[in-house]
């Protein structure tokens, strides 16, 4: 029974597992070490700085003229401070800016144990030219944050970079699940997606503004070319259900169809002249730091789950998919 149970748990679960090893060959393959920057970096360095030197010492923070550098100094100097060390300054600028720094600091008599840096900073060529300055720089100590073993798959903003890259494919990929489940197969769904995609476009060009068009006239386009879409779509299911014709053939065959209708729309010419919104739509951040299309994506996923596993119409797509003869005696 045990034995019949965790069949069953594998087969359903094959897909989730092969993505998972999938992404763990990955994740070992692309495992390297990173330099963690921002306020993270910050509080790393100022950990290793105090490792070292628990007492305290002088410190000059060098770092670039970025946000993420920023907030690195800030989270460094607010951490070693509150630990008894002296920040002596904080350079925010080029090369040439933290030599000036350096140079002010020897004028001024101070004395400097360490600059702390980010990685990129700490290749500078300021750094080797310490001793010409002076003898109170020949033991300055130039530190950096400890580096991290982290996989570059997994990092947030290259899983970020691959869901936005799939996001027509993946939503694609939903009602194409809904057809394959019920016995069948499309051909023509690529196609029909230039078909939507230069429809919209064109419609938007010629007959809504351009980039001045209004959201409603946005939508409208949107829904047109969705419409046209759907006609497409339905003369596949007439052809199958009605016809019998198979439906390798009747998609095969609308794929050619809508290659051909989405050239004769474009008119073989590149169609960007469209409003903001539609840049949004894929762009924009309604969630901070997810951009919408995946946010859409995810949705969708929720959607179709919910549609298969929770509804008639899913429990009868899994029927006639499993045995259509059988799905027909049952009703």
């Given at each position: 029974?045990?034995?019949?149970?965790?069949?069953?748990?594998?087969?359903?679960?094959?897909?989730?597992?092969?993505?998972?090893?999938?992404?763990?060959?990955?994740?070992?393959l692309t495992l390297s070490p990173h330099q963690p920057g921002g306020a993270a970096g910050g509080r790393r360095l100022a950990a290793a700085l105090l490792e070292e030197e628990p007492?305290?010492?002088?410190?000059?923070?060098?770092?670039?003229?970025?946000?993420?550098d920023a907030a690195f100094a800030a989270a460094l100097?607010?951490?070693l401070e509150a630990s008894g060390w002296r920040v002596v300054g904080v350079v925010q600028g080029q090369p040439r800016d933290a030599r000036q720094a350096l140079l002010d600091a020897i004028a001024r008599g101070e004395a400097i144990q360490f600059v702390a840096c980010p990685a990129a900073v700490a290749a500078w060529g300021v750094w080797h030219d310490l001793q010409a300055?002076?003898?109170?720089?020949?033991k300055l100590q130039v530190r950096v944050p400890p580096p991290s073993w982290w996989p570059t798959f997994l990092q947030l903003e290259n899983l970020l970079n691959i869901a936005n890259q799939?996001?027509?494919?993946?939503?694609?990929?939903?009602?194409?699940?809904?057809?394959?489940?019920?016995?069948?197969?499309?051909?023509?769904?690529?196609?029909?997606v230039a078909v939507a995609a230069v429809l919209t476009a064109r419609l938007l060009r010629d007959l809504a503004g351009g980039v001045e068009a209004s959201l409603a006239a946005t939508c409208l386009s949107c829904g047109l070319a969705v419409a046209a879409c759907t006609l497409l779509g339905a003369i596949n299911g007439l052809l199958v259900a009605w016809l019998r014709i198979p439906p390798f053939?009747?998609?095969?065959g609308?794929?050619?169809i809508g290659s051909g209708v989405a050239f004769m729309v474009s008119r073989g010419e590149t169609i960007s002249a469209v409003p903001a919104a539609i840049r949004w739509l894929?762009?924009?951040?309604?969630?901070?730091?997810?951009?919408?299309?995946v946010l859409g994506m995810l949705l969708l996923y929720g959607l179709g789950h919910l549609l298969l596993t929770r509804t008639v119409l899913g429990r009868h797509l899994y029927a006639v998919g499993g045995n259509r003869q059988a799905a027909w005696l049952c009703g």
């Amino acid at each position: 029974m045990k034995h019949g149970l965790w069949q069953a748990a594998w087969r359903e679960h094959t897909t989730i597992l092969a993505l998972l090893l999938a992404c763990a060959v990955l994740s070992l393959l692309t495992l390297s070490p990173h330099q963690p920057g921002g306020a993270a970096g910050g509080r790393r360095l100022a950990a290793a700085l105090l490792e070292e030197e628990p007492s305290g010492a002088a410190v000059l923070i060098v770092v670039r003229p970025t946000q993420d550098d920023a907030a690195f100094a800030a989270a460094l100097r607010q951490t070693l401070e509150a630990s008894g060390w002296r920040v002596v300054g904080v350079v925010q600028g080029q090369p040439r800016d933290a030599r000036q720094a350096l140079l002010d600091a020897i004028a001024r008599g101070e004395a400097i144990q360490f600059v702390a840096c980010p990685a990129a900073v700490a290749a500078w060529g300021v750094w080797h030219d310490l001793q010409a300055m002076g003898p109170p720089l020949n033991k300055l100590q130039v530190r950096v944050p400890p580096p991290s073993w982290w996989p570059t798959f997994l990092q947030l903003e290259n899983l970020l970079n691959i869901a936005n890259q799939i996001v027509i494919i993946a939503v694609i990929a939903i009602g194409m699940t809904l057809v394959i489940i019920g016995g069948g197969i499309d051909l023509s769904v690529g196609s029909l997606v230039a078909v939507a995609a230069v429809l919209t476009a064109r419609l938007l060009r010629d007959l809504a503004g351009g980039v001045e068009a209004s959201l409603a006239a946005t939508c409208l386009s949107c829904g047109l070319a969705v419409a046209a879409c759907t006609l497409l779509g339905a003369i596949n299911g007439l052809l199958v259900a009605w016809l019998r014709i198979p439906p390798f053939l009747v998609t095969l065959g609308m794929m050619s169809i809508g290659s051909g209708v989405a050239f004769m729309v474009s008119r073989g010419e590149t169609i960007s002249a469209v409003p903001a919104a539609i840049r949004w739509l894929m762009q924009g951040q309604l969630v901070p730091g997810l951009p919408n299309g995946v946010l859409g994506m995810l949705l969708l996923y929720g959607l179709g789950h919910l549609l298969l596993t929770r509804t008639v119409l899913g429990r009868h797509l899994y029927a006639v998919g499993g045995n259509r003869q059988a799905a027909w005696l049952c009703g």
